[in-house]
């Protein structure tokens, strides 16, 4: 079958005024950030040559000058933050007060109905779930295998071995595991788990489908690969503890249980916290993982993909912003903890 160019025209002239859309964004950008402040930079470097040759004083910048030349380079990221964050925000909060079609004002129903529909209750609570276990357990083997592999033999094979998996997409994880949890009826079995039960005596079972054994199934994967990020940054806060430090405490005879607990963890703690923050707000925003695997059915769905069916599937633009608002108001606190801390750290 030939490529008839009258057909693919539209996509043609769509895929060109992208290209060119692409080009004046950053050829303009390119512009503010470099050509121009560059032509400010040789202004000014040839006004100090030309004083200094003729004896004149240096000319002073004012201050009033100093602004907006700052102003001049902050305006692209202020720019982008309008477009990108403020804009959407506003518009999203404004479309949760309408129905679902954004033609009528329904006021706070689309909350009320978060609360008091069952199916959305249960994806209020699976993303507790995710929130509670996902951080705690990721931290945890994360912690655990910094700790048993610092100065091992081969301690960098051990780490890049957990760490492989940060660079898998979400979906091709959950693609992997979805081959783990494979059921073939009776007889042999394809996924790994299912081989593992039968092999011991256990019949296979459809694992993705049974509630709430589903749901956490599908945290193992997130935990699969967080762990490696949480390894990571807290091998890396263990390297940090000062030498004498943990020399004094050998000398004083503590055991490798007290050194844990009285030496390391008080040392890594910011550490610890970050990684914490860092996992809450990965999972609190968690899609492609349920969408993968389940898409959101059998009772595994959490806001993200339910924000999303309810938008994009249902056509239930104020339901769907309700929960990107209801999200987006679950983050708050923990970035506002994280500010506070980083600030705490560095005024002490």
């Known amino acids: ?59 002073r910048r004012t201050k009033p000058r100093e602004g907006l030349f700052a102003l001049f380079f902050l305006l692209p990221t202020l720019l982008l933050l309008l477009i990108g964050l403020v804009v959407p925000a506003i518009r999203t909060m404004l479309l949760s007060l309408m129905d679902g079609s954004s033609t009528n004002w329904v006021g706070l129903r689309n909350y009320g109905w978060m609360f008091s529909d069952d199916s959305i209750v249960r994806v209020l609570i699976n993303t507790l779930v995710w929130v509670l276990l996902v951080p705690l357990v990721a931290t945890g083997f994360g912690l655990l295998y910094a700790v048993m592999v610092d100065k091992a033999r081969f301690e960098a094979v051990a780490k890049s071995l957990i760490f492989l998996p940060m660079a898998i997409s979400f979906v091709g994880a959950s693609i992997i595991w979805k081959f783990v949890y494979a059921y073939r009826g009776e007889g042999d079995q394809i996924g790994l788990l299912n081989q593992i039960v039968v092999s011991v005596g256990g019949e296979p079972k459809q ?3 049974e509630s709430p054994l589903n749901t956490l199934l599908l945290i193992v994967i997130m935990v699969w690969i967080q762990a490696g990020f949480a390894m990571v940054v807290l091998s890396a806060a263990i390297k940090a503890i000062p030498g004498d430090i943990v020399e004094a405490a050998r000398l004083d005879g503590v055991s ?16 610890l916290i ?10 609190l925003k968690v899609f492609d993982i349920v969408r993968t695997s389940t898409n959101g059915n059998y009772d595994t769905s959490v806001i993200a993909s339910e924000m999303y069916n309810q938008a994009f599937r ?10 990107a608002v209801f999200l987006f108001i679950l983050v708050i606190p923990v970035v506002i903890y994280q500010i506070r801390n980083l600030r705490q750290q560095r005024e002490g």
Do not use: C
């Open 1 to 59: 079958m030939g490529f008839d160019f009258a057909d693919e025209q539209p996509k043609l002239l769509m895929l060109m005024y992208g290209l060119v859309a692409f080009v004046v964004v950053v050829g303009g950008l390119l512009l503010l950030l470099d050509v121009v402040p560059a032509w400010f930079a040789r202004r000014r470097e040839a006004q100090l040559v030309a004083a200094s040759a003729s004896g004149a004083p240096l000319p």
């Open 207 to 209: 694992w993705l489908l």
């Open 256 to 271: 490798p249980w007290q050194m844990f607990w009285q030496i390391t963890m008080p040392s890594i703690r910011p550490a």
């Open 274 to 283: 970050v990684v914490v923050v860092t996992l809450t707000i990965a999972t």
């Open 314 to 323: 249902y056509g239930q633009n104020g339901q769907g912003s309700a929960l």
